[in-house]
Nanobody, 115 residues
Framework: QVQLVESGGGLVQAGGSLRLSCAAS????????MGWYRQAPGKQRDLVAR???????NYADSVKGRFTISRDNAKNTVYLQMNSLKPEDTAVYYC?????????WGQGTQVTVSS
């Protein structure tokens, strides 16, 4: 079992920045990929960014060049630096990690970008 605790969401004006953090605890030795997803009201949950244990990353096209994902394996923590935020980035952001190919999810943190 893995528990995930997210932090860093909030309200920001368009063009601003936020940094999300997600700390994992429990069976963390077997964590492989870590990532961030988001879900806006009435929409499906979509991948924002993902990072492998060795640091390979991939991003949704809509956030490339604005968001950066990183991880600290010693702290079992994944980060999402979000710059140049847009109103369309407004959503609940969920952290997710995979252990033995099983996904675990955080509780979500709200990000609201005002125009």
């Amino acid at each position: 079992q893995v528990q995930l605790v997210e932090s860093g969401g909030g309200l920001v004006q368009a063009g601003g920045s936020l940094r999300l953090s997600c700390a994992a605890s429990g069976s963390t030795l077997r964590i492989s990929d870590m990532g961030w997803y988001r879900q806006a009201p009435g929409k499906q949950r979509d991948l924002v960014a993902r990072i492998t244990r060795t640091g390979d990353t991939n991003y949704a096209d809509s956030v490339k060049g604005r968001f950066t994902i990183s991880r600290d394996n010693a702290k079992n923590t994944v980060y999402l630096q979000m710059n140049s935020l847009k109103p369309e980035d407004t959503a609940v952001y969920y952290c997710s990690v995979r252990v033995a190919n099983i996904p675990y999810w955080g509780q979500g943190t709200q990000v609201t970008v005002s125009s």
